[in-house]
Protein backbone atom coordinates (compact mmCIF):
# COMPACT_ATOMS: atom_id res chain seq x y z
CA UNK A 1 0.00 0.00 0.00
CA UNK A 2 2.60 2.36 1.10
CA UNK A 3 5.35 3.02 -1.85
CA UNK A 4 8.89 2.86 -0.67
CA UNK A 5 10.37 6.41 -0.16
CA UNK A 6 13.60 5.57 -1.75
CA UNK A 7 12.44 4.57 -4.61
CA UNK A 8 13.42 6.84 -7.82
CA UNK A 9 10.11 6.54 -9.24
CA UNK A 10 8.28 7.65 -6.10
CA UNK A 11 5.73 10.76 -6.42
CA UNK A 12 7.57 14.16 -4.90
CA UNK A 13 5.20 16.19 -2.42
CA UNK A 14 7.19 19.40 -2.02
CA UNK A 15 4.30 21.51 -4.14
CA UNK A 16 5.34 25.18 -4.89
CA UNK A 17 2.60 25.93 -6.80
CA UNK A 18 -1.39 25.40 -6.22
CA UNK A 19 -1.54 23.64 -9.31
CA UNK A 20 0.98 21.35 -7.54
CA UNK A 21 -0.42 21.39 -4.14
CA UNK A 22 -3.25 19.12 -5.64
CA UNK A 23 -2.15 16.90 -8.13
CA UNK A 24 1.15 15.30 -7.46
CA UNK A 25 2.88 13.79 -10.52
CA UNK A 26 5.16 10.75 -10.90
CA UNK A 27 8.30 11.67 -12.53
CA UNK A 28 11.32 10.00 -12.95
CA UNK A 29 14.44 11.40 -11.37
CA UNK A 30 17.91 11.00 -12.79
CA UNK A 31 21.05 10.59 -10.25
CA UNK A 32 22.20 13.79 -11.28
CA UNK A 33 18.36 15.47 -10.05
CA UNK A 34 18.84 14.07 -7.18
CA UNK A 35 22.47 15.32 -5.90
CA UNK A 36 21.21 18.95 -7.27
CA UNK A 37 18.05 18.49 -4.70
CA UNK A 38 20.11 17.08 -1.99
CA UNK A 39 22.68 20.26 -2.40
CA UNK A 40 19.92 22.83 -2.40
CA UNK A 41 17.91 21.85 0.35
CA UNK A 42 19.26 20.67 3.41
CA UNK A 43 17.37 18.49 5.91
CA UNK A 44 16.86 19.57 9.26
CA UNK A 45 18.87 17.99 12.12
CA UNK A 46 17.73 14.66 13.70
CA UNK A 47 18.79 14.16 16.99
CA UNK A 48 20.56 10.59 17.30
CA UNK A 49 18.10 8.49 19.43
CA UNK A 50 15.98 8.74 16.59
CA UNK A 51 15.32 5.98 13.99
CA UNK A 52 18.48 6.01 11.57
CA UNK A 53 17.71 5.99 7.97
CA UNK A 54 18.13 7.77 4.79
CA UNK A 55 17.66 11.67 5.07
CA UNK A 56 14.41 13.41 4.06
CA UNK A 57 14.37 16.74 2.08
CA UNK A 58 11.75 19.64 1.30
CA UNK A 59 11.52 16.78 -1.43
CA UNK A 60 11.08 14.19 0.64
CA UNK A 61 8.97 11.28 -1.11
CA UNK A 62 6.27 10.73 1.77
CA UNK A 63 4.02 9.11 0.37
CA UNK A 64 5.01 5.61 2.20
CA UNK A 65 2.94 7.70 5.01
CA UNK A 66 -0.46 5.97 4.43
CA UNK A 67 -3.79 8.42 4.04
CA UNK A 68 -4.23 10.06 7.63
CA UNK A 69 -7.95 9.68 6.92
CA UNK A 70 -8.70 5.73 5.25
CA UNK A 71 -5.48 4.43 5.63
CA UNK A 72 -5.28 3.77 1.87
CA UNK A 73 -1.76 4.33 -0.33
CA UNK A 74 -1.09 8.47 -0.11
CA UNK A 75 0.09 10.43 -2.75
CA UNK A 76 1.28 13.47 -0.63
CA UNK A 77 -0.10 16.40 0.88
CA UNK A 78 -3.39 17.50 0.21
CA UNK A 79 -5.01 20.27 1.76
CA UNK A 80 -2.87 20.45 4.83
CA UNK A 81 -2.80 16.85 5.25
CA UNK A 82 -1.18 13.37 3.78
CA UNK A 83 -3.72 11.57 2.10
CA UNK A 84 -4.85 9.52 -1.15
CA UNK A 85 -6.23 10.79 -3.90
CA UNK A 86 -9.52 9.55 -3.35
CA UNK A 87 -9.51 11.57 -0.08
CA UNK A 88 -8.12 14.43 -1.82
CA UNK A 89 -10.86 14.44 -4.27
CA UNK A 90 -13.61 13.71 -1.55
CA UNK A 91 -12.33 16.79 0.26
CA UNK A 92 -12.10 18.80 -2.94
CA UNK A 93 -15.86 17.84 -4.23
CA UNK A 94 -17.35 18.63 -0.45
CA UNK A 95 -15.56 22.43 -0.33
CA UNK A 96 -16.75 23.35 -4.07
CA UNK A 97 -20.29 23.15 -3.59
CA UNK A 98 -22.79 22.81 -0.68
CA UNK A 99 -23.63 20.02 0.73
CA UNK A 100 -25.27 18.87 3.59
CA UNK A 101 -24.28 14.99 4.22
CA UNK A 102 -26.16 13.26 7.10
CA UNK A 103 -25.36 9.86 8.57
CA UNK A 104 -27.11 6.94 8.79
CA UNK A 105 -26.05 5.44 11.97
CA UNK A 106 -24.41 7.52 14.82
CA UNK A 107 -22.10 10.00 13.96
CA UNK A 108 -19.22 7.09 14.48
CA UNK A 109 -18.61 5.47 11.15
CA UNK A 110 -15.62 3.44 10.19
CA UNK A 111 -13.72 5.41 8.14
CA UNK A 112 -11.27 3.27 5.85
CA UNK A 113 -10.23 1.95 2.69
CA UNK A 114 -13.07 -0.49 2.68
CA UNK A 115 -15.87 1.74 3.52
CA UNK A 116 -15.14 5.11 3.42
CA UNK A 117 -17.69 5.73 0.72
CA UNK A 118 -20.39 4.52 2.88
CA UNK A 119 -20.68 7.62 4.91
CA UNK A 120 -19.58 11.18 3.49
CA UNK A 121 -20.83 12.50 6.43
CA UNK A 122 -18.14 10.93 8.73
CA UNK A 123 -15.85 11.20 6.02
CA UNK A 124 -15.93 14.78 5.87
CA UNK A 125 -15.76 15.14 9.61
CA UNK A 126 -12.54 13.07 10.08
CA UNK A 127 -11.25 14.91 7.25
CA UNK A 128 -11.62 18.71 9.25
CA UNK A 129 -10.52 16.77 12.26
CA UNK A 130 -7.43 15.88 10.94
CA UNK A 131 -6.65 19.63 9.43
CA UNK A 132 -8.02 19.31 6.02
CA UNK A 133 -8.08 22.84 4.99
CA UNK A 134 -8.35 24.92 1.41
CA UNK A 135 -6.09 27.89 3.04
CA UNK A 136 -3.34 25.34 4.44
CA UNK A 137 -0.07 25.54 4.07
CA UNK A 138 2.25 23.30 2.08
CA UNK A 139 4.75 21.00 2.89
CA UNK A 140 7.38 22.85 2.02
CA UNK A 141 6.17 26.20 3.78
CA UNK A 142 5.51 24.57 7.18
CA UNK A 143 7.22 25.42 9.66
CA UNK A 144 10.39 23.62 10.79
CA UNK A 145 8.71 21.77 13.59
CA UNK A 146 6.22 20.45 11.80
CA UNK A 147 8.62 18.79 9.15
CA UNK A 148 10.49 17.32 11.30
CA UNK A 149 7.47 16.18 12.76
CA UNK A 150 6.77 14.59 9.19
CA UNK A 151 9.90 13.48 8.49
CA UNK A 152 10.28 11.83 11.75
CA UNK A 153 6.97 9.67 10.60
CA UNK A 154 8.57 8.95 7.68
CA UNK A 155 12.13 7.57 8.82
CA UNK A 156 9.65 5.10 10.75
CA UNK A 157 7.65 3.62 8.47
CA UNK A 158 10.72 2.87 6.44
CA UNK A 159 12.11 1.63 9.56
CA UNK A 160 9.16 -0.54 9.74
CA UNK A 161 9.57 -2.06 6.24
CA UNK A 162 13.20 -2.41 6.03
CA UNK A 163 13.20 -4.00 9.50
CA UNK A 164 11.87 -6.71 7.50
CA UNK A 165 15.67 -7.65 6.38
CA UNK A 166 16.65 -8.34 10.21
CA UNK A 167 17.44 -11.72 11.78
CA UNK A 168 17.50 -10.75 15.34
CA UNK A 169 15.10 -12.83 17.66
CA UNK A 170 13.45 -9.85 18.98
CA UNK A 171 13.20 -7.79 16.00
CA UNK A 172 11.72 -10.34 13.76
CA UNK A 173 8.26 -9.59 14.82
CA UNK A 174 8.43 -6.82 12.80
CA UNK A 175 9.94 -9.22 9.65
CA UNK A 176 7.64 -9.03 5.91
CA UNK A 177 4.22 -10.47 7.24
CA UNK A 178 2.68 -12.71 4.43
CA UNK A 179 -0.55 -14.88 5.35
CA UNK A 180 0.32 -18.14 5.31
CA UNK A 181 -2.78 -19.12 3.25
CA UNK A 182 -2.83 -19.34 -0.66
CA UNK A 183 -5.08 -16.73 -0.02
CA UNK A 184 -3.83 -13.37 -0.32
CA UNK A 185 -5.08 -10.42 2.20
CA UNK A 186 -4.01 -7.01 1.71
CA UNK A 187 -4.42 -4.54 4.87
CA UNK A 188 -6.22 -1.79 4.66
CA UNK A 189 -4.53 0.33 6.66
CA UNK A 190 -1.32 0.95 4.21
CA UNK A 191 1.58 0.31 5.82
CA UNK A 192 1.85 -2.81 7.83
CA UNK A 193 1.08 -5.58 5.52
CA UNK A 194 1.88 -6.83 2.25
CA UNK A 195 0.82 -9.80 0.10
CA UNK A 196 0.88 -10.66 -3.27
CA UNK A 197 0.62 -14.12 -5.30
CA UNK A 198 3.67 -13.06 -7.36
CA UNK A 199 5.69 -11.66 -4.27
CA UNK A 200 4.75 -14.24 -1.61
CA UNK A 201 4.91 -18.02 -1.13
CA UNK A 202 2.27 -19.54 1.05
CA UNK A 203 3.46 -21.11 4.30
CA UNK A 204 1.94 -24.45 5.56
CA UNK A 205 -1.75 -23.45 6.91
CA UNK A 206 -3.70 -24.44 4.12
CA UNK A 207 -7.21 -25.22 5.66
CA UNK A 208 -10.27 -23.05 5.54
CA UNK A 209 -12.91 -22.14 7.26
CA UNK A 210 -16.50 -20.22 6.62
CA UNK A 211 -15.21 -18.03 9.73
CA UNK A 212 -11.41 -16.59 8.39
CA UNK A 213 -13.21 -16.04 4.50
CA UNK A 214 -16.19 -13.75 5.94
CA UNK A 215 -13.99 -12.15 8.54
CA UNK A 216 -10.62 -11.71 6.70
CA UNK A 217 -11.87 -12.31 2.56
CA UNK A 218 -15.08 -10.54 2.73
CA UNK A 219 -13.40 -7.18 3.87
CA UNK A 220 -10.98 -7.55 0.17
CA UNK A 221 -13.92 -8.34 -1.41
CA UNK A 222 -15.52 -5.39 -0.59
CA UNK A 223 -12.86 -3.20 -1.65
CA UNK A 224 -13.69 -3.88 -4.80
CA UNK A 225 -16.99 -1.56 -4.73
CA UNK A 226 -15.72 0.98 -2.26
CA UNK A 227 -12.99 1.68 -3.71
CA UNK A 228 -13.01 5.70 -4.62
CA UNK A 229 -13.32 6.45 -8.34
CA UNK A 230 -10.88 9.09 -8.40
CA UNK A 231 -8.39 6.60 -6.70
CA UNK A 232 -6.32 3.89 -9.18
CA UNK A 233 -5.51 1.33 -6.44
CA UNK A 234 -3.52 -1.49 -6.46
CA UNK A 235 -3.26 -3.75 -3.94
CA UNK A 236 0.09 -5.70 -4.87
CA UNK A 237 3.00 -3.99 -3.54
CA UNK A 238 5.54 -1.92 -5.83
CA UNK A 239 8.36 -3.60 -6.95
CA UNK A 240 10.65 -0.98 -4.88
CA UNK A 241 8.25 -1.73 -1.96
CA UNK A 242 9.52 -5.31 -2.74
CA UNK A 243 13.25 -4.27 -2.57
CA UNK A 244 12.49 -2.41 0.22
CA UNK A 245 11.50 -5.68 2.45
CA UNK A 246 13.25 -8.31 0.59
CA UNK A 247 15.36 -10.05 2.75
CA UNK A 248 17.67 -11.26 0.81
CA UNK A 249 17.70 -7.99 -1.14
CA UNK A 250 21.34 -7.08 -1.34
CA UNK A 251 20.72 -3.55 -1.75
CA UNK A 252 19.11 -2.96 1.84
CA UNK A 253 22.00 -2.59 4.57
CA UNK A 254 20.44 -3.97 8.12
CA UNK A 255 23.23 -2.47 10.08
CA UNK A 256 22.59 1.23 8.22
CA UNK A 257 18.65 1.42 9.14
CA UNK A 258 18.12 0.00 12.88
CA UNK A 259 21.27 -0.40 15.19
CA UNK A 260 19.82 -0.52 17.66
CA UNK A 261 17.36 -3.86 16.53
CA UNK A 262 20.42 -5.20 14.73
CA UNK A 263 22.01 -5.49 17.94
CA UNK A 264 19.14 -7.03 19.76
CA UNK A 265 18.28 -3.38 22.09
CA UNK A 266 15.30 -4.60 23.33
CA UNK A 267 13.99 -1.17 24.16
CA UNK A 268 14.05 0.32 20.51
CA UNK A 269 12.39 -3.04 19.11
CA UNK A 270 9.69 -2.45 22.12
CA UNK A 271 9.28 1.10 21.00
CA UNK A 272 8.88 0.37 17.10
CA UNK A 273 6.69 -2.25 18.56
CA UNK A 274 4.36 0.04 20.65
CA UNK A 275 4.02 2.68 17.50
CA UNK A 276 2.94 -0.02 15.52
CA UNK A 277 0.42 -1.42 17.64
CA UNK A 278 -0.67 1.95 18.94
CA UNK A 279 -1.45 2.71 15.21
CA UNK A 280 -3.28 -0.16 14.46
CA UNK A 281 -5.36 0.26 17.79
CA UNK A 282 -6.42 3.96 16.80
CA UNK A 283 -7.36 3.14 12.97
CA UNK A 284 -9.20 -0.28 14.10
CA UNK A 285 -10.93 2.03 16.78
CA UNK A 286 -14.91 2.63 16.17
CA UNK A 287 -15.02 6.12 17.79
CA UNK A 288 -11.74 8.33 19.40
CA UNK A 289 -11.40 8.36 22.86
CA UNK A 290 -11.70 12.19 22.85
CA UNK A 291 -15.44 11.47 20.85
CA UNK A 292 -16.14 9.22 23.62
CA UNK A 293 -15.56 11.55 26.39
CA UNK A 294 -17.05 14.08 25.04
CA UNK A 295 -20.33 12.24 24.75
CA UNK A 296 -19.94 11.31 28.93
CA UNK A 297 -20.28 14.84 28.62
CA UNK A 298 -22.77 15.62 27.01
CA UNK A 299 -25.24 13.07 26.81
CA UNK A 300 -27.56 12.90 29.85
CA UNK A 301 -27.08 10.83 32.48
CA UNK A 302 -30.46 9.53 33.15
CA UNK A 303 -32.10 9.39 29.48
CA UNK A 304 -35.45 7.42 31.64
CA UNK A 305 -36.85 7.13 27.80
CA UNK A 306 -33.60 5.42 26.53
CA UNK A 307 -33.50 3.05 29.37
CA UNK A 308 -37.08 2.00 29.58
CA UNK A 309 -36.28 1.35 25.82
CA UNK A 310 -34.07 -1.08 26.63
CA UNK A 311 -35.84 -2.74 29.60
CA UNK A 312 -38.90 -3.27 27.38
CA UNK A 313 -37.45 -4.66 24.30
CA UNK A 314 -37.90 -8.25 24.40
CA UNK A 315 -35.40 -10.52 25.27
CA UNK A 316 -34.87 -11.81 21.70
CA UNK A 317 -34.32 -8.09 20.20
CA UNK A 318 -32.09 -7.32 23.16
CA UNK A 319 -29.98 -10.68 21.74
CA UNK A 320 -30.14 -9.31 18.00
CA UNK A 321 -29.18 -5.62 18.83
CA UNK A 322 -25.90 -7.09 20.98
CA UNK A 323 -25.17 -9.26 18.65
CA UNK A 324 -24.96 -6.74 15.57
CA UNK A 325 -23.08 -3.85 17.77
CA UNK A 326 -20.75 -6.76 18.77
CA UNK A 327 -20.13 -8.01 15.54
CA UNK A 328 -19.55 -4.32 14.20
CA UNK A 329 -16.80 -4.20 16.66
CA UNK A 330 -14.97 -7.70 16.10
CA UNK A 331 -14.99 -6.89 12.15
CA UNK A 332 -12.46 -3.55 13.55
CA UNK A 333 -10.94 -6.25 15.91
CA UNK A 334 -10.08 -8.56 13.40
CA UNK A 335 -8.62 -5.58 10.88
CA UNK A 336 -6.56 -4.80 14.51
CA UNK A 337 -4.97 -8.71 14.75
CA UNK A 338 -4.05 -8.22 10.86
CA UNK A 339 -1.49 -4.97 11.74
CA UNK A 340 -0.49 -6.72 14.97
CA UNK A 341 3.22 -7.34 13.72
CA UNK A 342 4.16 -11.43 13.36
CA UNK A 343 0.39 -11.62 13.00
CA UNK A 344 -0.09 -12.50 9.50
CA UNK A 345 3.24 -14.61 9.53
CA UNK A 346 1.57 -17.41 11.86
CA UNK A 347 0.13 -20.28 10.18
CA UNK A 348 -3.79 -19.67 8.84
CA UNK A 349 -4.86 -22.48 11.44
CA UNK A 350 -3.12 -20.52 14.07
CA UNK A 351 -4.69 -16.97 13.10
CA UNK A 352 -8.35 -18.61 13.58
CA UNK A 353 -7.72 -20.53 16.80
CA UNK A 354 -6.10 -16.96 18.38
CA UNK A 355 -9.18 -14.81 16.92
CA UNK A 356 -12.11 -17.16 18.01
CA UNK A 357 -10.38 -17.53 21.23
CA UNK A 358 -9.74 -13.98 21.91
CA UNK A 359 -12.42 -11.91 20.06
CA UNK A 360 -15.18 -11.61 22.80
CA UNK A 361 -12.27 -10.96 25.30
CA UNK A 362 -11.02 -8.32 23.38
CA UNK A 363 -14.78 -7.12 22.82
CA UNK A 364 -14.75 -6.80 26.43
CA UNK A 365 -11.81 -4.63 26.27
CA UNK A 366 -12.71 -1.86 23.80
CA UNK A 367 -16.36 -1.79 26.15
CA UNK A 368 -13.77 -0.56 29.09
CA UNK A 369 -13.46 2.50 26.59
CA UNK A 370 -17.15 3.42 26.69
CA UNK A 371 -17.94 2.87 30.72
CA UNK A 372 -18.17 6.13 32.08
CA UNK A 373 -16.62 5.39 35.70
CA UNK A 374 -18.45 8.80 37.38
CA UNK A 375 -21.96 7.41 36.21
CA UNK A 376 -21.55 3.36 36.19
CA UNK A 377 -23.28 3.59 32.46
CA UNK A 378 -21.72 2.31 29.55
CA UNK A 379 -21.98 4.85 26.24
CA UNK A 380 -24.14 2.63 23.58
CA UNK A 381 -25.06 4.10 20.42
CA UNK A 382 -26.01 7.56 21.53
CA UNK A 383 -27.28 6.93 25.43
CA UNK A 384 -25.64 6.01 28.64
CA UNK A 385 -27.29 2.79 29.56
CA UNK A 386 -26.82 1.41 33.02
CA UNK A 387 -26.03 -2.37 33.16
CA UNK A 388 -29.55 -3.14 34.63
CA UNK A 389 -31.12 -1.80 30.90
CA UNK A 390 -29.93 -4.74 29.77
CA UNK A 391 -31.14 -7.21 32.73
CA UNK A 392 -33.43 -10.11 31.46
CA UNK A 393 -35.35 -12.56 33.65
CA UNK A 394 -32.99 -15.19 32.97
CA UNK A 395 -30.38 -15.65 35.77
CA UNK A 396 -27.20 -16.48 32.95
CA UNK A 397 -28.01 -13.63 31.33
CA UNK A 398 -28.14 -11.86 34.32
CA UNK A 399 -24.66 -13.30 35.27
CA UNK A 400 -23.39 -12.60 31.93
CA UNK A 401 -24.25 -8.43 32.51
CA UNK A 402 -23.34 -7.91 36.01
CA UNK A 403 -19.39 -9.83 35.69
CA UNK A 404 -19.51 -7.62 32.12
CA UNK A 405 -19.87 -4.51 33.34
CA UNK A 406 -17.89 -5.39 36.69
CA UNK A 407 -14.83 -6.31 34.18
CA UNK A 408 -15.24 -3.44 32.22
CA UNK A 409 -14.74 -0.73 35.21
CA UNK A 410 -12.09 -2.82 36.72
CA UNK A 411 -10.18 -1.95 33.57
CA UNK A 412 -10.96 1.47 33.29
CA UNK A 413 -10.56 2.12 36.43
CA UNK A 414 -6.79 1.51 35.68
CA UNK A 415 -6.68 4.31 33.35
CA UNK A 416 -5.26 2.86 30.62
CA UNK A 417 -3.72 4.96 28.00
CA UNK A 418 -4.63 4.49 24.10
CA UNK A 419 -1.07 2.65 23.73
CA UNK A 420 -1.32 0.61 26.66
CA UNK A 421 -4.99 -0.37 25.54
CA UNK A 422 -3.63 -1.47 22.71
CA UNK A 423 -0.60 -3.55 23.46
CA UNK A 424 -2.88 -5.46 25.87
CA UNK A 425 -5.28 -6.17 23.46
CA UNK A 426 -2.30 -7.18 21.29
CA UNK A 427 -1.34 -9.71 24.50
CA UNK A 428 -4.65 -11.22 25.02
CA UNK A 429 -4.84 -11.60 21.21
CA UNK A 430 -1.42 -13.64 21.16
CA UNK A 431 -2.26 -15.27 24.53
CA UNK A 432 -0.10 -18.36 23.81
CA UNK A 433 -2.08 -20.40 26.29
CA UNK A 434 -5.24 -21.04 23.71
CA UNK A 435 -6.16 -24.91 22.88
CA UNK A 436 -5.42 -26.03 19.76
CA UNK A 437 -2.38 -24.09 18.59
CA UNK A 438 0.12 -25.72 16.65
CA UNK A 439 3.04 -22.98 16.67
CA UNK A 440 3.06 -22.68 20.55
CA UNK A 441 6.67 -21.61 20.50
CA UNK A 442 6.02 -19.12 17.45
CA UNK A 443 3.22 -17.10 19.44
CA UNK A 444 4.81 -17.05 22.55
CA UNK A 445 8.08 -15.48 21.51
CA UNK A 446 5.89 -12.74 19.90
CA UNK A 447 3.49 -12.45 23.16
CA UNK A 448 6.35 -11.85 25.03
CA UNK A 449 7.55 -9.13 22.65
CA UNK A 450 4.51 -7.41 23.27
CA UNK A 451 4.46 -8.00 26.83
CA UNK A 452 7.68 -6.61 27.25
CA UNK A 453 6.20 -3.69 25.34
CA UNK A 454 3.57 -3.24 27.43
CA UNK A 455 5.74 -3.20 30.76
CA UNK A 456 7.98 -0.32 29.55
CA UNK A 457 5.30 1.60 28.45
CA UNK A 458 3.72 1.08 31.95
CA UNK A 459 7.03 1.82 33.42
CA UNK A 460 6.88 5.34 31.90
CA UNK A 461 2.98 6.22 32.82
CA UNK A 462 2.27 4.08 36.02
CA UNK A 463 5.31 4.87 38.27
CA UNK A 464 3.76 3.86 41.51
CA UNK A 465 2.30 0.13 42.29
CA UNK A 466 -1.48 -0.44 42.72
CA UNK A 467 -1.25 -2.47 46.04
CA UNK A 468 2.12 -3.20 48.08
CA UNK A 469 4.60 -4.68 45.03
CA UNK A 470 1.35 -5.25 42.40
CA UNK A 471 2.04 -3.25 39.57
CA UNK A 472 -0.57 -2.38 36.85
CA UNK A 473 1.38 -4.54 34.60
CA UNK A 474 0.92 -7.78 37.13
CA UNK A 475 -3.11 -6.55 37.41
CA UNK A 476 -3.63 -6.63 33.39
CA UNK A 477 -1.73 -9.93 33.55
CA UNK A 478 -4.29 -11.38 36.21
CA UNK A 479 -7.37 -10.07 34.24
CA UNK A 480 -6.79 -12.34 31.47
CA UNK A 481 -8.47 -15.59 33.37
CA UNK A 482 -11.18 -13.31 34.22
CA UNK A 483 -11.51 -12.20 30.63
CA UNK A 484 -12.22 -16.12 29.93
CA UNK A 485 -14.13 -16.52 32.61
CA UNK A 486 -16.19 -14.09 30.74
CA UNK A 487 -16.23 -15.69 27.56
CA UNK A 488 -17.15 -18.82 28.49
CA UNK A 489 -20.60 -17.01 30.32
CA UNK A 490 -21.31 -15.06 27.15
CA UNK A 491 -20.93 -19.03 25.32
CA UNK A 492 -23.54 -20.51 28.17
CA UNK A 493 -25.78 -17.85 27.79
CA UNK A 494 -26.01 -18.03 23.91
CA UNK A 495 -26.14 -21.49 23.80
CA UNK A 496 -29.15 -21.73 26.35
CA UNK A 497 -30.81 -18.99 24.46
CA UNK A 498 -30.42 -20.17 21.30
CA UNK A 499 -32.23 -23.75 22.33
CA UNK A 500 -35.04 -21.36 23.28
CA UNK A 501 -34.96 -19.32 20.17
CA UNK A 502 -33.47 -21.89 17.58
CA UNK A 503 -35.57 -20.01 14.37
CA UNK A 504 -33.44 -16.72 14.92
CA UNK A 505 -31.30 -15.76 12.49
CA UNK A 506 -27.83 -14.33 13.74
CA UNK A 507 -25.07 -12.37 11.62
CA UNK A 508 -23.03 -14.58 9.48
CA UNK A 509 -19.60 -13.83 11.38
CA UNK A 510 -21.28 -13.95 14.23
CA UNK A 511 -22.29 -17.55 13.97
CA UNK A 512 -18.86 -18.68 12.80
CA UNK A 513 -17.23 -17.44 15.90
CA UNK A 514 -19.35 -18.52 18.86
CA UNK A 515 -20.93 -21.37 17.25
CA UNK A 516 -22.52 -23.08 20.18
CA UNK A 517 -23.77 -26.44 18.00
CA UNK A 518 -23.07 -29.66 19.41
Known sequence: MAESAGS??????????????????????????????????????????????????????????????????????????ITCEGCKGFFRRSQSSVVNYQCPRNKNCVVDRVNRNRCQYCRLQKCLRLGMSRDAVKFGRMSKKQREKVEDEVRFHRAQMRAASETAPDSSVFEH???????????????????????????????????????????????????????????????????????????????????????????EVSEMLSRAISDAYTRTCLMPIEQIQESFRKAPTQDLAKILFYKDMPQEQLWL???????????????????????????????????????????????????????????YGESM?????????????????????????????????????ALYSAAVLLNPDRQALRGHGEVRRIYEAVLRALRSELDRTHVSPLKGDVTVCDALVAKMPQLRDVTHLHMEALAKFKRSQPHLEFPALHKELFSVDS
Request: proline share 7%.
Open 8 to 81: PGATSVAANSPQQQQQTVAQPTTPQQQQQTTQTQQPPDISSSQLSSPPITGTAQIEIIPCKVCGDKSSGVHYGV
Open 177 to 267: QTPSSSDQHHSYNGGYTYSGSEYASPGPGTESSGYYSAAMTNYNDLSTNYVDSTTAYDPRPTQSQVDAVAPDTPSVNAAGVLPGVVNNDSA
Open 321 to 379: DCAKNLTAVIQVIIEFAKMVPGFMKLTQDDQIVLLKASSFELAVLRMSRYYDLQTGCVL
Open 385 to 421: LPQDAFFTQDTAELKLVTCLFELAKSIAELKLTETEL
